[in-house]
């Protein structure tokens, strides 16, 4: 059955992503400590306590961990992107089914906004904002707060915005020093996207909840009548 045609809870769903959230958040703790290993290292080599030469390792113990950890990471946040890509998709078709109305964006925009340069600064919010109202409140969704959302958008900007300067930073480094700065940029990534996956944690498992309240709510369909030609025959 497509999946405008009926109601379907995000239990299952949301337990899959809360649970990747929580890997994505040890995943991003060991980056910082292993991060922090790496700057030590670079440091050892600017002060020249630590000596490289031919014979030497490619890449230190920590480096290769901090790229372990990188690689898993990335993997992640792939799975995460379409993961939660489907959730807002179903979750702006079970608003419907709850009985919201006039209603702005469609489960597709919802999603496909965050592809749009320049409108993915605000038309996701204002559609994850839609999704968020009429799932606690389907009848008069507009009187609802949304701070929870609010702080969630805000980590999420200003970790997109930390994420291009340390890409930038590290794609330009040619000194050590420059590694370091690039390397403590990467760090302060981490303490944006850290929060971020909790708080929206909190925001998947409240929609949800929101939304399975809601439905226990919504009257079934009325079953259309048999005509009397039809009852008599069938009996």
């Known amino acids: 059955m497509a999946a405008k045609d009926r109601y379907e809870s995000l239990k299952g769903l949301s337990g899959a992503i809360i649970a990747v959230l929580w890997l994505d958040v040890v995943l991003q703790l060991l980056y910082v400590f292993s991060t922090v290993s790496v700057i030590g290292y670079m440091g050892d080599l600017l002060s020249g306590t ?25 993997l992640v946040t792939v799975s995460l992107y379409f993961m939660i890509g489907r959730w807002i998709f179903r979750a702006a078709w079970n608003v419907r089914h709850l009985g919201a109305k006039r209603l ?18 605000v038309i996701p919010f204002r559609a994850m904002r839609e ?28 970790g997109n915005i930390i994420g291009n300067i340390s890409f930038r930073m590290s794609m330009g480094a040619e000194t050590l020093e420059e590694m370091i700065r690039a390397e403590w940029i990467g760090v302060g990534l981490c303490v944006f996207s850290i929060p971020l996956s909790l708080v929206f944690m ?9 939304q399975d309240r809601s439905i226990a709510l919504v009257p079934p369909p009325e079953q259309p009548e048999l005509p009397d030609d039809l009852v008599t025959t069938a009996v």
């Open 50 to 74: 630590v000596v490289v030469n031919d014979k030497s390792p490619d890449f230190s113990p920590a480096e290769i961990v901090q790229l372990i950890v990188a690689l898993l990471s990335t």
């Open 104 to 121: 702005e964006y469609t489960p597709g925009w919802s999603v496909g906004w965050y592809f749009v340069p320049f409108a993915n600064l």
């Open 131 to 158: 999704i968020w109202l009429a799932s606690h409140e389907p009848t008069r969704w507009r009187e609802t707060s949304v701070g929870t959302l609010t702080l969630w958008w805000t980590l999420w900007l200003a």
């Open 202 to 210: 909190g925001i998947v498992r409240r929609v949800r909840e929101a």
